[in-house]
């Protein structure tokens, strides 16, 4: 049974830093892995997909990693700004009958003024 | 094009009620997936509609349940309302060959609870 998780629970940075969120999960077999920003009481937002066969995407300030072997995942922020708090969750679409995503709680990420 | 939108935005409702959500999809796409989210938790997945047929479900009991219409928007409905179904409910749509792996795009989400 796939497990995501995400560490850590929750991140607070002086504004301008750079940093890193992690996500694992726990089985190999997936077809991509998402990145999402969930504002508070609000949807997601997509922010990169990564295909199995790829190590990394980039858009813009954000950059994300996959190894698969290792059964993991970093969303990095470049230049950290207030309006990038918010809570980012990632998802794994595994194989099966419906491709259904399997998520992590999410970080809770505050960039401080 | 517009993208994913879902009515309700909030609903109120009592226990042993019984609600309906809705979703329409963005243009194109043939799959619509429900997620319930619990506050502070990830999503969980509920069930897939695929051309108006269900393509999995997770683990939910059968007062979870749904319909894809032709134009494929989609309704979740919820009977037997409980204290803990009070959460978040997102739908996703995506453009799927045969229910395929192809990227999810949500709408706002419908913010239920129940009292």
């Known amino acids: 049974k796939q497990e995501v998780t995400q560490i850590p629970a929750a991140l607070s940075v002086p504004e301008g830093e750079n940093l890193v969120l992690n996500c694992s999960f726990t089985d190999s077999a997936i077809y991509n892995l998402q990145w999402f920003r969930q504002d508070p009481g609000k949807g997601l937002t997509s922010l990169l997909l990564i295909q199995s066969s790829q190590r990394e995407q980039t858009s813009g300030r954000l950059n994300a990693s996959l190894d698969k072997s290792s059964g993991r995942s970093t969303l990095y922020i470049a230049a950290s700004q207030p309006g990038d708090s918010a809570t980012y969750l990632c998802a794994v679409k595994v194989s099966g009958s419906n491709y259904q995503l399997i998520w992590g709680a999410g970080t809770k990420l505050i960039i401080k003024p | 094009e517009t993208g994913v939108t879902q009515s309700p935005t909030h609903l109120i409702k009592t226990r042993g009620q019984q609600v309906t959500l809705r979703c329409s999809s963005q243009?194109?796409?043939?799959?619509v997936s429900w997620y319930q989210q619990a506050l502070g938790q990830g999503p969980q997945f509920i069930f897939q509609?695929?051309?108006?047929?269900?393509?999995g479900r997770g683990n939910f009991p059968p007062r979870f349940s749904g319909l894809q219409f032709p134009n494929y928007s989609s309704e979740l409905n919820v009977n037997a309302l409980e204290l803990d179904d009070s959460a978040l409910y997102l739908c996703?749509?995506?453009?799927?060959?045969?229910?395929?792996?192809?990227?999810?795009?949500f709408g706002p989400g419908t913010r239920l609870t129940v009292t």
């Open positions: 509609y695929y051309r108006e047929e269900e393509n």
């Open positions: 243009s194109g796409h043939n799959t």
């Open positions: 996703a749509s995506s453009s799927s060959l045969a229910g395929g792996p192809d990227e999810q795009y």
